[in-house]
C-alpha cells in the first residue's frame, strides 16, 4: 500500500516530532489534539526548529516553507477522514487509547492503516477496539523524533505483512531504521531493556545510595550514555515513566512495581521539563 496522506492524533512531543519529520519528508500531514494549546504550541515548536535548521544552513527558506505548506493543524478528528494512515501519539493511557481507536475505526476509509505509538502497551488489545486489526500495528519511534533514527515497528497477534512491511517502507523514507518485534510482548525491545533501568535508578535514589547528579554522571561516565536516567526522565516525562511501569506491574508482575518516590513526584506534579520541575528545576 502507498502511504501519502499521513495523520497524527497527539501534538505533544512526541506528535510533534513525528509530524514534522514526516511533512519534512515530503508526506502531507494532518494534526489533531483536543486541547488547543497544545496544536499551538506543536506548530510554534516545528516552526522555531526548522527556521533554526535555515539559519545553520541545513535547509533552504524554500524548503522550509515547503514542509509547512504540508503540515495542517485540523479542529476535529472527523476530518482524518481522507487519511492513508493515523499514527497515535497520545498518553500511554490504555483506556484513553482504546476509545480514540473506537472512533478512528470509524472515520477512517476500510484501507487505512492505524499505528500507534506507545512505548509498552500490547498492540493486539489496543487492536481489538477496531475491526482492522490485520491493518493495526505499532509504529514506535523515540524522542525526540526528528533526531532519533531507530523505529520500533511491532506485530500485533493479528497484524498483516502487508502492514507491517508498509510500516518499515515508511520509516525508511521517514529517514529512520526499522526493527521488527515479532512477538507483542510490554515495552517492545528497547523499553523492555530500559524502563528496569529506570527504576533502578529511582530504588538507588530512595535508599540513599547516591544522589541524583552522581547517578546520572555515573551512567554517562560508566556506560557511555549520552544523558543519565534522571535528566532522561525529566526530558521525556516523569508520569510517562510512572504510567509504563504500572502497566508492566499489571501485566508481568511486581518486579516492575514503580517506586513510592516515582509516584509521588507524578502527585506532586512535578513530571520533568514540560512542568518546569522535575528531578531537576527549568524554572528559572
Given at each position: 500500500?502507498?502511504?501519502?496522506?499521513?495523520?497524527?492524533?497527539?501534538?505533544?512531543?512526541?506528535?510533534?516530532?513525528?509530524?514534522?519529520?514526516?511533512?519534512?519528508?515530503?508526506?502531507?500531514?494532518?494534526?489533531?489534539?483536543?486541547?488547543?494549546?497544545?496544536?499551538?504550541?506543536?506548530?510554534?515548536?516545528?516552526?522555531?526548529?526548522?527556521?533554526?535548521?535555515?539559519?545553520?544552513?541545513?535547509?533552504?527558506?524554500?524548503?522550509?516553507?515547503?514542509?509547512?505548506?504540508?503540515?495542517?493543524?485540523?479542529?476535529?478528528?472527523?476530518?482524518?477522514?481522507?487519511?492513508?494512515?493515523?499514527?497515535?501519539?497520545?498518553?500511554?493511557?490504555?483506556?484513553?487509547?482504546?476509545?480514540?481507536?473506537?472512533?478512528?475505526?470509524?472515520?477512517?476509509?476500510?484501507?487505512?492503516?492505524?499505528?500507534?505509538?506507545?512505548?509498552?502497551?500490547?498492540?493486539?488489545?489496543?487492536?481489538?477496539?477496531?475491526?482492522?486489526?490485520?491493518?493495526?500495528?505499532?509504529?514506535?519511534?523515540?524522542?525526540p523524533a526528528q533526531v532519533m533514527k531507530l523505529v520500533e515497528v511491532i506485530r500485533g497477534l493479528?497484524?498483516?505483512?502487508?502492514?507491517?512491511?508498509?510500516?518499515?517502507?515508511?520509516?525508511?523514507?521517514?529517514?529512520?531504521?526499522?526493527?521488527?518485534?515479532?512477538?507483542?510482548?510490554?515495552?517492545?525491545?528497547?523499553?523492555?531493556?530500559?524502563?528496569?533501568?529506570?527504576?533502578?535508578?529511582?530504588?538507588?535514589?530512595?535508599?540513599?545510595?547516591?544522589?541524583?547528579?552522581?547517578?546520572?554522571?555515573?551512567?554517562?561516565?560508566?556506560?557511555?550514555?549520552?544523558?543519565?536516567?534522571?535528566?532522561?526522565?525529566?526530558?521525556?516525562?516523569?508520569?510517562?515513566?510512572?504510567?509504563?511501569?504500572?502497566?508492566?506491574?499489571?501485566?508481568?508482575?511486581?518486579?516492575?512495581?514503580?517506586?513510592?518516590?516515582?509516584?509521588?513526584?507524578?502527585?506532586?506534579?512535578?513530571?520533568?521539563?514540560?512542568?518546569?520541575?522535575?528531578?531537576?528545576?527549568?524554572?528559572?
Open positions: 500500500m502507498s502511504i501519502q496522506k499521513i495523520g497524527i492524533v497527539g501534538a505533544g512531543a512526541m506528535g510533534t516530532g513525528i509530524a514534522h519529520v514526516a511533512a519534512q519528508s515530503g508526506f502531507d500531514v494532518k494534526v489533531f489534539d483536543e486541547f488547543a494549546p497544545a496544536k499551538e504550541k506543536s506548530l510554534a515548536t516545528i516552526q522555531k526548529l526548522s527556521s533554526s535548521a535555515v539559519e545553520k544552513g541545513k535547509q533552504t527558506n524554500e524548503e522550509r516553507q515547503q514542509m509547512l505548506s504540508r503540515l495542517q493543524y485540523v479542529d476535529s478528528l472527523q476530518e482524518m477522514s481522507d487519511r492513508d494512515l493515523i499514527i497515535e501519539a497520545i498518553i500511554e493511557i490504555f483506556d484513553a487509547k482504546i476509545a480514540l481507536h473506537k472512533q478512528l475505526d470509524v472515520i477512517l476509509p476500510a484501507n487505512a492503516i492505524i499505528a500507534t505509538n506507545t512505548s509498552s502497551m500490547s498492540i493486539t488489545a489496543i487492536a481489538a477496539a477496531t475491526k482492522r486489526p490485520d491493518k493495526f500495528a505499532g509504529m514506535h519511534f523515540f524522542n493479528n497484524s498483516s505483512d502487508e502492514t507491517i512491511n508498509t510500516l518499515k517502507d515508511l520509516s525508511v523514507k521517514m529517514g529512520k531504521v526499522p526493527v521488527e518485534v515479532k512477538r507483542d510482548t510490554p515495552g517492545f525491545i528497547v523499553n523492555r531493556l530500559f524502563l528496569p533501568q529506570m527504576r533502578e535508578a529511582v530504588k538507588i535514589l530512595e535508599e540513599g545510595i547516591a544522589s541524583i547528579e552522581d547517578i546520572d554522571t555515573a551512567m554517562k561516565l560508566g556506560l557511555n550514555h549520552p544523558m543519565g536516567p534522571f535528566t532522561l526522565m525529566d526530558f521525556t516525562g516523569i508520569d510517562i515513566h510512572y504510567h509504563v511501569l504500572d502497566y508492566y506491574r499489571r501485566e508481568m508482575g511486581d518486579a516492575y512495581l514503580p517506586p513510592l518516590l516515582l509516584k509521588q513526584m507524578v502527585q506532586a506534579g512535578r513530571l520533568g521539563k514540560k512542568s518546569g520541575q522535575g528531578w531537576y528545576d527549568y524554572s528559572k
